[in-house]
Each structure stands twice: as C-alpha cells, then as structure tokens.
C-alpha cells in the first residue's frame, strides 16, 4: 500500500481554520506546586477539558472536513479503545453522517457509553484474537464508507497539530518561549502534529515522546532510526495509547523532528493522576497523564519552560 504523502505545517494552520467552530480552545493551565516539584515553568494544555473529552476530536473533525458530501453520505468507520471512537461519533453526528466503530470488548465502559452516545454503531472485537484492521476494511468493503484510522492519516495528524499552536500562542501571551514539550504517546499522530507545528511556529523547542515503560516503540524506534515493534505483554494500565508499533506514516514524521522518546512506569503514572486530581483539580486517565509522569519522574525540567499535554480523561 502505498504511503500517504505526510502532512506540512501548513497543514496544520489551515486545520485550525477549518476546524475552530467546532472544538473548544483548551486552557493553558499552570500550577505552583507542579512548578516547585519540577523547578521549572510547565505549561499544561488540557485536552481532558475537549468535546468528548480528549484531544481527539480535533483530528477527527478535520478529517472529516475534509471529505466530500458523496463519501459523508456513505458514512465513516474508525477503529478505537475508545477516545478517537468517541471523536468519531461525535463529529459524524455534527456533520450528518453515520459511523461505525470498531472497539475492543474490553473497553473502559464509559468509552463505550459515550460512543454510544453519539450515535455510532458499535462492533466489538477480541483485542488478543481478531485484528481490528480487517474488521474496519470488511465493514468498508461491504457498505463504500470512509476509514479514518487513529493516527495514520494526513488529515487527523494535522488536526492533532493545532493544539501545539494554541499552547504556543498561549505561552507567548505570558512572555514565555517554550523550551521542550512532552506528549502522550501511541501511534504518534499527536505528537507528529505537535511537532510539525512547533517546527514552524517554535523551532528551537525540543519535543519529546512519552510512553508506558512497557509500550515504548516510539523511544527505542526513534533511538535506533526505524520502527520497531511491542512485545504486546506489558501492562495495559494505560489502555488508550497501547500500540503494536509506531505508525509508518507518523514515524516518518516523528524521526526527522522529535527529539527523543522519554517514558513512565504504572507508578509514576498513577502518581501524576493523583496529582492532576489534587493540584489541578481535572480527571485525566492513564493514557492522558503519561507526558506529565516522564515530566515528574524522569525528565530535568529545572530552569526551562516545558510544555505537557494532558491528552485525555475518559476513565472510569
């Protein structure tokens, strides 16, 4: 199959036209104690406050955007844990088309409540047995609709993208010039789009990946300069960015502009939703708060001004 033809920044800014009346404007949070922990300034872009509650929905409705009335009519199919799934829905309904979505049976029922919610049709799979790849294509074969995977598509990783803008844009309203930023990671479209907007807006700004210690693909494929593979045994603490391997299409992105892959135990993951809980006072996931874990635990933030994207807070 041939690659498609990865997106440009300019990709990104015309994303966020396109897409700004129908997402929220996530707020730029800081926090003193997260501060004094860290000892340096850390920005905080939380996407947990999104329609649908995840960053998402801001790839999700630019691709959708992007397609004709003939393909909208026929409806789309995505394939999810739940956040893209639930972005999906949402976005089909804003726009009069039907999805479908293919989601593990083992799904964090609120994920599923909230797919329903939006008016998708809902396809379970054995995550461990049946390959949700060829479910999605079955469904596309037989009735003509659109697949918009979760991250390797052109137009979501462009979407992805405009959070990156807005947080630069906020950080430079407070007189701040962001030194690194840290991103949730699973198959890289987030952080793809992340990076091809600061490569424009922000050039000096280093930016980084973050994964499970037991999921870091993108780490290991990002040191040694192609993709490798999960063993796929480790703890699916953090459901929803748990990933075979990098995306071909985001790592050829990912590996000319990150600038390395940092990554988080369980624990160091649960500490930051308690601290998320406590000091910011928002509900982020496993998955959502695994950039603020590699910030806590492991990355040396003194002095610099690191930006942190809390990417989700669908958990039950």
């Given at each position: 199959?041939?690659?498609?033809?990865p997106?440009?920044?300019?990709?990104?800014?015309?994303?966020?036209?396109?897409i700004?009346?129908?997402?929220?404007?996530?707020?730029?949070?800081?926090?003193?104690?997260?501060?004094?922990?860290?000892?340096?300034?850390?920005?905080?872009?939380?996407?947990?406050?999104?329609r649908?509650?995840?960053?998402?929905?801001?790839?999700?409705?630019?691709?959708?955007?992007?397609?004709?009335?003939?393909?909208l009519?026929?409806?789309?199919?995505?394939?999810?844990?739940?956040?893209?799934?639930?972005?999906?829905?949402?976005?089909?309904?804003?726009?009069?088309?039907?999805?479908?979505?293919?989601?593990?049976?083992?799904?964090?029922?609120?994920?599923?409540?909230?797919?329903?919610?939006?008016?998708?049709?809902?396809?379970?799979?054995?995550?461990?047995?049946?390959?949700?790849?060829?479910?999605?294509?079955?469904?596309?074969?037989?009735?003509?609709a659109?697949?918009?995977?979760?991250?390797?598509?052109?137009?979501?990783?462009?979407?992805?993208?405009?959070?990156?803008?807005?947080?630069?844009?906020?950080?430079?309203?407070?007189?701040?010039?962001?030194?690194?930023?840290?991103?949730?990671?699973?198959?890289?479209?987030?952080?793809?789009?992340?990076?091809?907007?600061?490569?424009?807006?922000?050039?000096?700004?280093?930016?980084?990946?973050?994964?499970?210690?037991d999921?870091?693909?993108?780490?290991?494929?990002?040191?040694?300069?192609?993709?490798?593979?999960?063993?796929?045994?480790?703890?699916?603490?953090?459901?929803?960015?748990?990933?075979?391997?990098?995306?071909?299409?985001?790592?050829?992105?990912?590996?000319?502009?990150?600038?390395?892959?940092?990554?988080a135990?369980?624990?160091?993951?649960?500490?930051?939703?308690?601290?998320?809980?406590?000091?910011?006072?928002?509900?982020?996931?496993?998955?959502?708060?695994?950039?603020?874990?590699?910030?806590?635990?492991?990355?040396?933030?003194?002095?610099?001004?690191?930006?942190?994207?809390?990417?989700?807070?669908?958990?039950?």
């Open positions: 199959m041939t690659l498609p033809i997106p440009l920044p300019a990709d990104v800014h015309a994303a966020r036209a396109r700004t009346p129908h997402i929220v404007r996530t707020p730029m949070l800081r926090n003193a104690a997260l501060d004094a922990l860290t000892g340096g300034n850390i920005l905080v872009k939380a996407e947990v406050l999104q649908t509650g995840s960053f998402k929905l801001r790839g999700a409705t630019n691709a959708l955007l992007r397609l004709t009335p003939q393909q009519e026929r409806g789309v199919v995505a394939y999810s844990s739940g956040n893209h799934a639930q972005a999906i829905a949402c976005a089909a309904q804003r726009f009069g088309t039907r999805a479908t979505i293919v989601m593990p049976a083992d799904a964090p029922e609120i994920k599923r409540q909230h797919t329903a919610f939006w008016g998708a049709d809902i396809i379970p799979y054995n995550r461990a047995s049946e390959n949700r790849e060829a479910i999605a294509a079955r469904i596309c074969a037989q009735t003509g659109v697949l918009i995977p979760p991250y390797e598509h052109p137009d979501v990783i462009a979407g992805q993208g405009t959070l990156a803008l807005e947080l630069a844009e906020d950080a430079a309203a407070a007189g701040l010039s962001l030194d690194a930023m840290i991103v949730c990671t699973g198959g890289g479209g987030l952080v793809a789009g992340c990076a091809l907007a600061l490569c424009d807006v922000s050039p000096h700004t280093k930016v980084y990946s973050a994964e499970p210690a999921w870091d693909d993108t780490a290991r494929s990002l040191a040694l300069g192609y993709r490798v593979a999960n063993t796929m045994q480790g703890s699916h603490y953090c459901d929803a960015i748990l990933t075979p391997i990098p995306g071909e299409l985001t790592f050829s992105i990912n590996k000319r502009l990150l600038t390395a892959g940092l990554t135990t369980d624990e160091a993951v649960q500490a930051a939703v308690q601290f998320a809980h406590r000091h910011l006072k928002l509900v982020v996931e496993p998955g959502g708060a695994v950039a603020l874990a590699a910030l806590m635990s492991s990355y040396h933030a003194r002095g610099q001004v690191v930006g942190i994207v809390l990417s989700g807070g669908n958990a039950d």
